[in-house]
């Protein structure tokens, strides 16, 4: 079996009909730079496979027989970085709500080979147009910083970080992080939903946030200002800041005196 190829795009398909999965299988391995990802035959299969590595595209039936096909699109849209979403499907009567979900294609069975090489070549252009735009803005990122260098001025806070990992890359909102933990060579940066690895020190992260919004308060955390609740004083000497997601933060003897300062301009 041929080696997967950094260039390859991975595709999951939903259809709880084991002859329909087997026609999109096939037509699947006429276009050898997409890989299959799974053939699942329920949302729950699908929820395991997405979670389980890269999905590039998902082509979905809408009618399944446990779960509406519209309504897992939803779900997975409302994920963080979705794929893309195509409808596979012998009914034409949900093409309207369909789009109105963004979906990139409704592919109405049975389809012909042309139908489908134009679905995955409109896929492909609308992924790599998304890594465009994607690359782009850190690209812009940089740019800036050099700029701000040679002033000698400080980088310009971003609104957001690009994180890459395997198979993806995507946009973490710095109104989204709620504090940044140093992890080795990498940094955690927590929001409500989840803790999302990237590769930065934390100076460089510290240099780009506002430091109205911001504070380093250890070596190892950086904390958004209005979400401190408490400092305490431990019982070996060091001090701990609890946020209001409940997160407990290290917080050196330097900063615990900033931080009571900071404490005293919160609302009650």
Same mark, same amino acid.
């Given at each position: ?59 979905? $039936? ?17 994920? $963080? ?18 789009? $109105? ?59 957001? *970080? ?51 919004? *911001? ?20 019982? $070996? ?32």
């Amino acid at each position: 079996m041929p080696q997967p190829h950094a260039a390859d795009l991975w595709v999951l398909i939903v259809d709880d009909e084991r002859h329909a999965l087997q026609n999109l299988e096939l037509a699947l391995g006429s276009h050898p730079d997409w890989r299959l990802a799974a053939a699942c035959e329920t949302c729950d299969q699908a929820r395991a496979a997405l979670q389980a590595g890269p999905v590039d595209l998902v082509l979905l $039936d809408i009618r399944l027989r446990r779960e509406n096909g519209l309504k897992f699109a939803q779900e997975i849209g409302a994920s $963080d970085n979705p794929p893309l979403i195509a409808f596979v499907t012998a009914y034409d009567e949900h093409a309207v709500e369909a789009f $109105d979900l963004f979906a990139l294609d409704y592919l109405l069975k049975p389809f012909d080979d042309d139908r489908f090489a134009q679905l995955l070549q409109r896929a492909r252009a609308m992924i790599a147009m998304k890594d465009r735009a994607n690359q782009a803005f850190a690209l812009s990122q940089l740019i800036a910083d050099r700029e701000a260098a040679e002033r000698g001025a400080a980088p310009a806070p971003v609104g957001a *970080f690009v994180v890459r990992s395997i198979g993806k890359t995507e946009r973490v909102p710095v109104d989204d992080i709620l504090w940044i933990k140093a992890s080795a060579n990498y940094v955690e940066l927590v929001t409500a939903e989840r803790t999302i690895l990237h590769r930065a020190t934390m100076a460089s992260i510290e240099t780009r946030l506002r430091a109205d919004d *911001f504070m380093r308060v250890h070596r190892t955390a950086i904390i958004r200002r209005s979400l401190v609740r408490t400092l305490e004083i431990m019982n $070996d000497g060091t001090y701990r800041a609890t946020l209001a997601n409940g997160d407990s933060v290290p917080v050196s003897a330097r900063k615990a005196e900033e931080l009571r300062e900071e404490l005293k301009k919160t609302p009650d």
